[in-house]
């Protein structure tokens, strides 16, 4: 069975870095897109990043242009997100996420409709 499991949450302070990591077991997502997407305390879970298969296709949420960076190491079958200049208003659950719908379509498509999803991990930022 197909699994996704995300590593690298952690408390950091206000404008640190943190790099997200989600490795595949089970299967390789050839022709998948990857992505992140984050659930804030009380909040629905919202898109992120996500990243196609050969790395050309790079989609972002507005509000983290310019200090996430997501990639990927299909070799490894691997996803990343490293995050810089991190916020508060970041500190969120960081679910990795697989699916072979086109990345220019996640971030107005429901996210219960996404195929493969980690278990989460806790990122915390302290002001």
């Known amino acids: 069975q197909a699994q996704l499991v995300e590593s690298g949450g952690g408390l950091v302070q206000a404008g640190g870095s943190l790099r997200l990591s989600c490795p595949s077991s089970?299967?390789?997502?050839?022709?998948?897109?990857m992505g992140w997407l984050l659930q804030a305390p009380g909040e629905e879970r919202e898109f992120i990043a996500v990243?196609?298969?050969?790395?050309?296709?790079?989609y972002y949420k507005d509000s983290v242009k310019g200090r996430f960076t997501i990639s990927r190491e299909n070799v490894k079958n691997t996803v990343y997100l490293q995050m810089n200049s991190l916020k508060p208003e970041d500190t969120a659950v960081y679910y990795c996420?697989?699916?072979?719908?086109?990345?220019?379509?996640?971030?107005?498509?429901?996210?219960?409709?996404?195929?493969?999803w980690g278990q989460g991990t806790l990122v915390t930022v302290s002001s």
């Open positions: 990243i196609g298969w050969s790395s050309l296709n790079t």
């Open positions: 089970g299967r390789t997502f050839s022709r998948y897109y």
């Open positions: 996420v697989a699916d072979p719908s086109k990345g220019s379509t996640w971030p107005a498509r429901g996210y219960r409709t996404l195929e493969v």
